[in-house]
Every structure is written in C-alpha cells, then in structure tokens.
C-alpha cells in the first residue's frame, strides 16, 4: 500500500511579482544584502520564512554580535562597517545595544544587544532601503532557464507561487537556492554541533557579580566530582544590557549515534529540539540551585529554534580556510573583514585558534567565496558562501555575514548594471562602491577612531 514516493502533478502557478534582485533568507547576509542592493536603487524583494528579520540572532536566540570587532595589534577595533553602522545605530536608539565586552577568555570583543529591539531596528532598516519584504514565506524550489535561476518557488498560507528576478541571492544559510540550481556544494562529514539558546531573568545582578566565571567553574567541578555531566564545556552564560537579565548558550545536540544534528534533516531537527529543551531543563536547575544572585531567576525564554551553525556550504570560486584567518590572509578582490577567531563546535566542547597575538588580528574576505560554480546569476552569502568548515567556524559569525550581505547587495546592483554575469562583474568598481558607502575593506590599518576606545570615548 505504501510507495517509498508519490507522484505529484504538474501545475501552475501565479507569479506573484518580477524583481531585478530576489533575497532569500533575513538573516545578517540577506538583511544586508536586500538593503545594499535596494540602496542601490534595484527593485528587491526579501524573502524570509519566519515572521522577522534577524537570522539566527534572533530566531536562534543568540543576542550577542560576534565578528563586528577585531584585536589590531593589541587594540580593539570594530572593523565591520557601512550598514552595520547604521544598524547599531538604530539598536542604540531602541536602547537595545550594550557597550562591546570582552569574550573568549577576554581576546576578543562581542557586542550584545536586546532580542525584539534587533527585530525591529532590521525591520526599520529593510522599509528605509525600499526593499519589498515577504514574510511567512519559505522558498521550496527554483526554475532554471539553462544555468540561471529564472524564478523562485515559494510556499505561504497564500499557497505555491513563483517570484522573477534577473539576480538571486542566497543567505538561506543551507545554500538552498545554490542546491536547486545545481551549483557546487559541500557538506563536512562530521558538521559543527549546534546549540539551543535560551535567556533567564529575575537575576540578583549584585549578588551574581561575575558569575559567567563562577558557572563555568561550578559546572567544571560538578563534572570532576562525577556528580554532573553536561552537553558541552566552555559554557557561556552573560548579562544582557538589563543585568536582571542573563543569555545562556551551553547546549549541544546530538543523534542518538553522537554525531550533531544536521540542520537539513527534519527528523533530527524534530529530535534537537526535544533534546534542547531537556538540556536546558537540566542546567538551568544546576545554575539556579548552585549560583549566588540565580536562586529566584527563571527561563524567561528559550529560542524559537535550535540554532545551526552549519549544513552545506558552496564550493565558490575561492573558499575562505583556517590558515586565511589564522595568517591574516590578504586578497585582491576583498569585500570587508574578519577578526572572529576560528570557533569549532566539536564533540563535547568548543575549540577557539586566534591568530598570533599582537598581530593585525583580521583576514580580508575575497568576493569569490560568494560566487558558486554553475549558476551564473546567483551569490551566495553567509554561513553557507564558499569556505572550509574550518574556515567558516570563524566566518559565519555576524560581522562577516554583514560583510558578505553588503557586498552581494551592491555585487547584484553592478552586475544588472553593467550585463555581466556575478562572476565577471569589475571588483574594483564593486570595492569603491562599498568604501563610498562606509564599509571597511581592510586595505590600509583601521584609522584611529575605529578604536573601541575611541569610540566610546567619543559617546560619552
Ligand atoms: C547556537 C548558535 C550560537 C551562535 N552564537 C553566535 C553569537 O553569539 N554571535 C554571532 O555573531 N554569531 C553566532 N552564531 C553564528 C550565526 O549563525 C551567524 O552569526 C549568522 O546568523 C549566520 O547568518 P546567515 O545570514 O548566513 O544565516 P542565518 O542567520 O541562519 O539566517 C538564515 C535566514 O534565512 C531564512 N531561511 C532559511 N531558509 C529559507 C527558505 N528556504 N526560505 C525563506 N527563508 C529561509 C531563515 O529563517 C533565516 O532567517 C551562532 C550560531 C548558533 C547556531
């Protein structure tokens, strides 16, 4: 009775509008890239499958900007610039940004910031750039015109429709788009595990003090103890703006075999889910029965989502490696840059390489890692852009997904201009045009008042 598949008829469907630019995915890449390319005066429409922008800072709970700062030869720096300086911005003006703090023992800066305001501030950002916005929308397939995309299929509660465009971008962050387009992708054997967060509130902020340290200690030592066993070490548990108010990213998911959770299967998503939120059922009660300043804290909120740090990633015309970051590789055809060190998520732990201190501390990103092989009128930006999982365990964090967002928004813009294909568009056209709207391409040192310092200073 039961076929292992069916047959499904062919059918028509609306087209529901014509673009020059059509953005799949909200995230930080897609955020930016929509908004670069609308900037840029291109008709373009974002497509996002949830009800908010944000990607995983905001679906996946995270609350913390990493990758916006980079340690130049020993100062702090924030090198991610552009429409991330408008973006923070407007946080700040929704007094939703804390000050940048120290992180991954005290080498690199982070920046937190208040879940709803993101929301809102990317929101606001999207409406100023003109972008159309489609939300509650998931993309399920393309329609291929020899090797370019000529429309995406998209499934709503409005029911299947197709959207045009003449350039697509992909920040889906699985390279979906990329997938169905038959461009070259990848997968690792052995994916980076991924995490469900969640945030607790009613936190006693003097009685906690720094408690981000006592936490890992505690749980260090209940686990030498033999009395506690936890999903990960490095724990990190931290004040939001608001100190009565604390996020929690401990957790790591796994299939009943040990591997990690592969955010492409919807058997093991449905299984990280109900795991996650054991595990932090689980910790959330050793933290509030063990830890001064937590005794009447509660979960105030645990992701919407578990968050995935990686599936597949393109196999692009360059791909971004570990020794690039660790080197402070330098590229003719850079975009932006990266200070984040390398973050791997392996069994039971987290792993951080930075490059040598006292170093320039950042690696530029080429305009070819967004350039897939096979579909000449899509980019790929983000999490899922060509680099080696190595790599991408520094890459995919937000800074560099803003920096890729941006340059594929104004990559679009000048390949519709000048009737190139993406990978034959002119990168120094594509570069002044990024330095005249603000970004940092990494070419010369940051100036001085890029410093965190600096910058502070000046606010005060
Ligand atoms: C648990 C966890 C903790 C992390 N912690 C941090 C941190 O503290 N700081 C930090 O900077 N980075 C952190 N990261 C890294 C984070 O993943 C990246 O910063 C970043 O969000 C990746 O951006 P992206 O735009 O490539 O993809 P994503 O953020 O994954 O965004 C993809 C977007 O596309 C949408 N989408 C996907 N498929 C479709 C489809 N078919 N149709 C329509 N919409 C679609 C999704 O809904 C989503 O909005 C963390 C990641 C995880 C998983």
């Given at each position: 009775?039961?076929?292992?598949?069916?047959?499904?008829?062919?059918?028509d469907?609306?087209?529901l509008?014509?673009?020059?630019?059509?953005?799949?995915?909200?995230?930080?890449?897609?955020?930016?890239?929509?908004?670069?390319?609308?900037?840029?005066?291109?008709?373009?429409?974002?497509?996002?499958?949830?009800?908010?922008?944000?990607?995983?800072?905001?679906?996946?709970?995270?609350?913390?900007?990493?990758?916006?700062?980079?340690?130049?030869?020993?100062?702090?720096?924030?090198?991610?610039?552009?429409?991330?300086?408008e973006?923070?911005?407007?946080?700040?003006?929704?007094?939703?940004?804390?000050?940048?703090?120290?992180?991954?023992?005290?080498?690199?800066?982070?920046?937190?910031?208040?879940?709803?305001?993101?929301?809102?501030?990317?929101?606001?950002?999207?409406?100023?750039?003109?972008?159309?916005?489609?939300?509650?929308?998931?993309?399920?397939?393309?329609?291929?015109?020899?090797?370019?995309?000529?429309?995406?299929?998209?499934?709503?509660?409005?029911?299947?429709?197709?959207?045009?465009?003449?350039?697509?971008?992909?920040?889906?962050?699985?390279?979906?788009?990329?997938?169905?387009?038959?461009?070259?992708?990848?997968?690792?054997?052995?994916?980076?595990?991924?995490?469900?967060?969640?945030?607790?509130?009613?936190v006693?902020?003097?009685?906690?003090?720094?408690?981000?340290?006592?936490?890992?200690?505690?749980?260090?030592?209940?686990?030498?103890?033999?009395?506690?066993?936890?999903?990960?070490?490095?724990?990190?548990?931290?004040?939001?703006?608001?100190?009565?108010?604390?996020?929690?990213?401990?957790?790591?998911?796994?299939?009943?075999?040990?591997?990690?959770?592969?955010?492409?299967?919807?058997?093991?998503?449905?299984?990280?889910?109900l795991?996650?939120?054991?595990?932090?059922?689980?910790?959330?009660?050793?933290?509030?029965?063990?830890?001064?300043?937590?005794?009447?804290?509660?979960?105030?909120?645990?992701a919407?989502?578990?968050?995935?740090?990686?599936?597949?990633?393109?196999?692009?015309?360059?791909?971004?490696?570990?020794?690039?970051?660790?080197?402070?590789?330098?590229?003719?055809?850079?975009?932006?840059?990266?200070?984040?060190?390398?973050?791997?998520?392996?069994?039971?732990?987290?792993?951080?390489?930075?490059?040598?201190?006292?170093?320039r501390g950042?690696?530029?990103?080429?305009?070819?890692?967004?350039?897939?092989?096979?579909?000449?009128?899509?980019?790929?930006?983000?999490?899922?852009?060509?680099?080696?999982?190595?790599?991408?365990?520094?890459?995919?964090?937000?800074?560099?997904?803003?920096?890729?967002?941006q340059?594929?928004?104004?990559?679009?813009?000048?390949?519709?201009?000048?009737?190139?294909?993406?990978?034959?568009?002119?990168?120094?056209?594509?570069?002044?045009?990024?330095?005249a709207?603000?970004?940092?391409?990494?070419?010369?040192?940051?100036?001085?008042?890029?410093?965190?310092?600096?910058?502070?200073?000046?606010?005060?």
């Open positions: 009775m039961s076929a292992s598949t069916i047959h499904l008829p062919a059918v469907v609306p087209v509008g014509e673009y020059e630019v059509v953005v799949i995915g909200g995230g930080p890449a897609g955020l930016f890239a929509a908004a670069a390319a609308a900037r840029a005066g291109r008709r373009t429409i974002l497509i996002e499958r949830y009800g908010f922008l944000g990607g995983a800072g905001t679906m996946g709970g995270l609350s913390t900007f990493c990758g916006l700062h980079a340690r130049v030869h020993g100062e702090d720096v924030r090198v991610i610039r552009g429409l991330a300086d973006l923070l911005d407007r946080l700040d003006r929704l007094d939703g940004l804390s000050v940048p703090h120290l992180s991954v023992a005290d080498r690199i800066m982070a920046q937190a910031f208040d879940i709803s305001a993101y929301k809102i501030a990317a929101d606001e950002l999207i409406v100023a750039s003109g972008a159309e916005l489609l939300f509650h929308a998931t993309a399920v397939d393309v329609v291929m015109e020899g090797d370019r995309i000529d429309a995406v299929v998209i499934e709503s509660k409005s029911g299947r429709a197709a959207v045009r465009g003449q350039v697509f971008i992909d920040g889906s962050g699985d390279a979906d788009l990329a997938v169905w387009s038959g461009a070259a992708v990848e997968r690792s054997e052995h994916l980076l595990y991924p995490s469900l967060m969640f945030r607790i509130n009613g006693d902020a003097a009685a906690a003090g720094p408690a981000w340290q006592t936490i890992r200690r505690i749980m260090e030592e209940a686990e030498a103890a033999g009395t506690h066993t936890f999903p990960r070490k490095k724990p990190i548990v931290r004040p939001q703006r608001n100190p009565l108010e604390w996020r929690s990213n401990l957790t790591q998911l796994s299939n009943d075999d040990g591997s990690a959770v592969d955010g492409t299967d919807v058997r093991q998503l449905t299984h990280g889910e795991q996650g939120r054991q595990q932090v059922k689980d910790t959330f009660a050793f933290i509030r029965e063990r830890t001064p300043g937590f005794e009447e804290s509660y979960v105030v909120d645990i919407p989502q578990i968050g995935i740090r990686e599936t597949r990633r393109i196999v692009g015309a360059y791909s971004l490696t570990e020794d690039d970051i660790l080197g402070c590789a330098d590229f003719e055809d850079t975009i932006g840059v990266n200070g984040w060190p390398v973050e791997a998520h392996v069994p039971g732990d987290v792993e951080f390489r930075f490059a040598d201190p006292g170093s950042y690696n530029q990103m080429p305009y070819r890692m967004l350039v897939p092989r096979g579909t000449a009128n899509l980019l790929v930006a983000g999490r899922c852009a060509s680099m080696t999982q190595r790599g991408q365990s520094s890459g995919r964090v937000t800074g560099p997904c803003f920096v890729m967002g340059a594929a928004g104004a990559a679009a813009d000048l390949a519709l201009e000048t009737g190139r294909d993406v990978a034959d568009i002119d990168v120094t056209t594509l570069q002044a045009r990024l330095e709207a603000g970004a940092y391409l990494g070419r010369e040192l940051p100036s001085p008042e890029m410093s965190v310092a600096a910058e502070y200073a000046a606010a005060r």
